[in-house]
């Protein structure tokens, strides 16, 4: 059975950095996408970055290429997100998830998720 369980998140202020992991477990990921996702209370869940497990294809959403870097350790089974140069927001949760489909923004194309890590970044 696949688990995917983030960490990581935290309280930082607009400008810091932040590092999310994502530690896979239930089976080898070839082939598999990872991605991140992140959804706001009442919001749609919003496409971030993703990964190839093979081949290390790497995607951004407009709004963080630059400033975010998605990559994964395959020893370690762990997926990561670094995140540069925060803007303020209110509480998100952001979402690691793996699945086969190579249509990466969308998240129906994502067969497992873990239960998210909150990132407040303060102004």
């Known amino acids: 059975q696949v688990q995917l369980v983030e960490s990581g998140g935290g309280l930082v202020q607009a400008g810091d950095s932040l590092r999310l992991s994502c530690a896979a477990s239930?089976?080898?990921?070839?082939?598999?996408?990872m991605g991140w996702f992140r959804q706001a209370p009442g919001k749609d869940r919003d496409f971030v970055a993703a990964?190839?497990?093979?081949?290390?294809?790497?995607f951004y959403a407009d709004s963080v290429r630059g400033r975010f870097t998605i990559s994964r350790d395959s020893a370690k089974s762990t997926v990561y997100l670094q995140m540069n140069s925060l803007n303020a927001v209110d509480p998100v949760l952001y979402y690691c998830?793996?699945?086969?489909?190579?249509?990466?923004?969308?998240?129906?194309?994502?067969?497992?998720w873990g239960l998210g890590t909150q990132v407040t970044v303060s102004s």
């Open positions: 998830a793996a699945g086969r489909d190579r249509n990466v923004p969308t998240p129906r194309g994502y067969s497992n």
């Open positions: 239930g089976r080898t990921f070839h082939g598999y996408v």
């Open positions: 990964i190839f497990w093979t081949g290390g294809n790497t």
